[in-house]
Every structure is written in structure tokens, then in C-alpha cells.
T-cell receptor, first 117, second 110 residues
Framework: DTGVSQDPRHKITKRGQNVTFRCDPI?????LYWYRQTLGQGPEFLTY????????KSRLLSDRFSAERPKGSFSTLEIQRTEQGDSAMYLC???????????????FGPGTRLTVL | GQQVMQIPQYQHVQEGEDFTTYCNSS?????IQWYKQRPGGHPVFLIQ?????EVKKQKRLTFQFGEAKKNSSLHITATQTTDVGTYFC??????????FGAGTTVTVRA
């Protein structure tokens, strides 16, 4: 399978604990995105990497959230001191930068569903 | 900031009927993308529209980009049970970031 993969698929944690999610993008894709999706809503942009550089972070991403993409390959999203409001589906997507007017077609992973008790 | 609004939020369709879902942006878009998310699944890219007034077809799905590039529509003819899911439009405030609408969730009555 050469699609975007995410691990774990489900995570249940207690409030105050730290959690880390992993995303493996499509290998030749240089762009990687993290989104958060809650029930009945579209994905909300969290952060974006161009290769290993994190170029934008949403205001939704408090200082409890940190993301890395070492060596421009896989990425991790860590949430420290989780709160019940962090419960959501965390989606990772990757794309190959389009050097033209068009935007990138983004390929989404299956997501990690986080439940904070 | 840019907002993308979709209507209706829910669409209940009799199998075989046609329907249209609409997407409106508060700002002019350089392009618009449509994604489909099946129940329990993840968003899957359907199509991208770039030109003013552009119309693209994928079998029973017809996508249109408005002349002013601030709205878009998706029309599905002869709805089938395989069309069940949530359809999102997404517009880019820049060349990489997507701003998604809340989606139109489609259910089909057999």
C-alpha cells in the first residue's frame, strides 16, 4: 500500500496525559499537512511542512501541540497535557507541490481518532 | 479570513433522483477542490476547478466553478447508494493551505 498511513488509528487517553501520533506520507510527496476534524465539520488546518520545514501553524494549535518532520519524511504530532476538547479525528495529508496555478491534490491518511476521558 | 460555506448541510435523496450541493466563498478563489468522505472514512480528492465558469464531469457528477470564482456546485444525477457520504468543497487561501466547508452529508433512500 503506497498511500498515507497513520498510527495509531485510535487512541484513548486520560486528561493530562501526553499523546503522540505518527504520519507516513506518500514517499515522493514533499508537502505534509495535519488537520483536525470534529463531528459534522470539515477538516481544519493545523500545520504544514514543506520537506522538513514547518512553514505555518494555525492559531488552533496551542503551545500544547507540537509537530515535527525530521528529514522531510514521516511526521509526528504531539499533544501535551491533553484536554477533553482535544478529542477529535487527527488527519494527515500529503501532496506533491504543483508548480503552476493549480493547487495541490491532497492525499489523506485514515486518521487517528483521539478520545480524551 | 476566508470562509467557505456549503449548503445544504444534509441532503436526503431518493435513489435515482438528482440533486445539487452548493459552495460559496467570501473571497475570490484561485481554484476550488472537491473531496468525498465516506462514513468512517477519510476525505478523498474528487476534482479541482481552476478557470472561471469551468465545468467538469465525472460520470454522473458535474462540477461547476462560478464566473466570479466565488462559488461552485456539484450536481449528481441518478443518485445511487454508492453516492452516500459527505462532500466537501475546499478553497485555498494560498498555494498549499485548504479551507474546507462543513460539507453536505448525503443519504440515499433505496
Amino acid at each position: 500500500d503506497t498511500g498515507v498511513s497513520q498510527d495509531p488509528r485510535h487512541k484513548i487517553t486520560k486528561r493530562g496525559q501526553n499523546v503522540t501520533f505518527r504520519c507516513d506520507p506518500i514517499s515522493e510527496h514533499n508537502r505534509l499537512y495535519w488537520y483536525r476534524q470534529t463531528l459534522g465539520q470539515g477538516p481544519e488546518f493545523l500545520t504544514y511542512f514543506q520537506n522538513e520545514a514547518q512553514l505555518e501553524k494555525s492559531r488552533l494549535l496551542s503551545d500544547r501541540f507540537s509537530a515535527e518532520r525530521p528529514k522531510g519524511s514521516f511526521s509526528t504530532l504531539e499533544i501535551q497535557r491533553t484536554e477533553q476538547g482535544d478529542s477529535a479525528m487527527y488527519l494527515c495529508a500529503s501532496s506533491l507541490q504543483a508548480y503552476r496555478v493549480k493547487g495541490d491534490e491532497q492525499f489523506f491518511g485514515p486518521g487517528t481518532r483521539l478520545t480524551v476521558l | 479570513g476566508q470562509q467557505v460555506m456549503q449548503i445544504p448541510q444534509y441532503q436526503h435523496v431518493q435513489e435515482g433522483e438528482d440533486f445539487t450541493t452548493y459552495c460559496n466563498s467570501s473571497t475570490t478563489l484561485s481554484n476550488i477542490q472537491w473531496y468525498k468522505q465516506r462514513p468512517g472514512g477519510h476525505p478523498v480528492f474528487l476534482i479541482q476547478l481552476v478557470k472561471s465558469g469551468e465545468v467538469k464531469k465525472q460520470k454522473r457528477l458535474t462540477f461547476q466553478f462560478g464566473e466570479a470564482k466565488k462559488n461552485s456546485s456539484l450536481h449528481i444525477t441518478a443518485t445511487q447508494t454508492t453516492d452516500v457520504g459527505t462532500y466537501f468543497c475546499a478553497g485555498p487561501p494560498n498555494d498549499y493551505k485548504l479551507s474546507f466547508g462543513a460539507g453536505t452529508t448525503v443519504t440515499v433512500r433505496a
